[in-house]
């Protein structure tokens, strides 16, 4: 029933294009655990967003290229099963921290399969998916794990120390979200998806990209400068260069020749640098934040 195809399609390797937020929440948790590390980062890396893609994925049924996969491969009812297993195990993971976390996960995989199930399909409009989106991709997950590192429970939302960092990473990621779907103007619109991206056309979104990342790089160098860490916005200013460099030469070109710049390649080039480049930088902040660096000096 499980076949190679179903199991590419839930395209794990992905996950470390949302590994920042995690990397993040855990550098600013207080109750370091490994028991509880090694399950949350199961649940939401290994289990939850694969279930998340291979569910999109079946009800999508792309015949182009899409995040992480250059040639998808037909889909099959092998993968829907496969997606709610990988979605009841993301649940018990979380419940082995306690219920409340569990409840978390589930929550993220119900609004995850509201966003491409035919019968409401966040995705076909276009704002609604982009919020939905960058929130629970971002500011959801960034509390979620941060619950989940901490044996904590819904209350964490309520907490400014969480759910303000929480929000800067909706901010990266309401910038960046547009730009993951520009090359699928084509396959979007035989679907009636009106994603974002398809609204803003191939300008409009690098220009909506570039304002949004100002506005996340403004409101992460606010936090950093709040919490009287200077040293640790140098680093994630400089962390983000090559991806800004990347942005800029890609726009540049993109304006010359869309059909030959706007393409799998380059978005997935720009996943890679952002997710080399942001993993770096808070897998060093939560090393600095928690002074495990103190030990080398």
């Known amino acids: 029933m499980f076949t190679l195809a179903s199991w590419k399609h839930l395209r794990i390797p992905f996950s470390f294009y949302l590994m920042p937020v995690f990397f993040f929440a855990l550098a600013l948790t207080p109750n370091h655990n490994p028991e509880r590390?090694?399950?949350?980062f199961m649940g939401l890396h290994l289990f939850l967003y694969p279930a998340s893609n291979g569910y999109n994925s079946y009800f999508d049924k792309d015949e182009k290229s899409i995040g992480g996969l250059r040639n998808p491969p037909k889909v099959n009812k092998g993968l829907y099963y496969l997606a709610l297993l990988f979605t009841l195990i993301s649940v018990m993971l979380g419940a082995m921290v306690n219920w409340q976390v569990g409840s978390m996960l589930l929550v993220y995989s119900l609004i995850s399969m509201a966003y491409s199930h035919p019968s409401i399909r966040l995705k076909k409009y276009a704002v609604a998916s982009w919020i939905v989106a960058g929130f629970f991709q971002g500011c959801f997950t960034f509390?979620?794990?941060y619950a989940g590192l901490s044996d904590f429970g819904w209350d964490?939302?309520?907490?400014?120390?969480?759910?303000?960092?929480?929000?800067?990473?909706?901010?990266?990621l309401w910038g960046s979200y547009p730009l993951t779907q520009i090359y699928q103007h084509e396959e979007d619109s035989k679907r009636g998806d009106q994603t974002l991206s398809l609204k803003l056309g191939i300008k409009g979104t690098f220009t909506f990209a570039a304002l949004w990342f100002l506005v996340a790089g403004s409101a992460f160098s606010w936090y950093f400068l709040d919490k009287g860490q200077e040293q640790a916005l140098f680093v994630f200013l400089g962390s983000l260069s090559p991806v800004i460099l990347y942005f800029l030469v890609w726009f540049t070109f993109a304006t010359k020749s869309v059909e030959r710049y706007v393409n799998y390649d380059w978005a997935m080039w720009m996943n890679r640098i952002s997710g080399i480049c942001l993993n770096a930088f808070f897998i060093w902040y939560f090393l600095e934040n928690t002074q495990i660096m103190q030990v080398f000096y």
């Open 37 to 40: 590390l090694l399950l949350i």
């Open 143 to 145: 509390c979620m794990a």
């Open 156 to 172: 964490v939302f309520a907490k400014s120390h969480v759910f303000i960092p929480g929000i800067l990473t909706s901010l990266m």
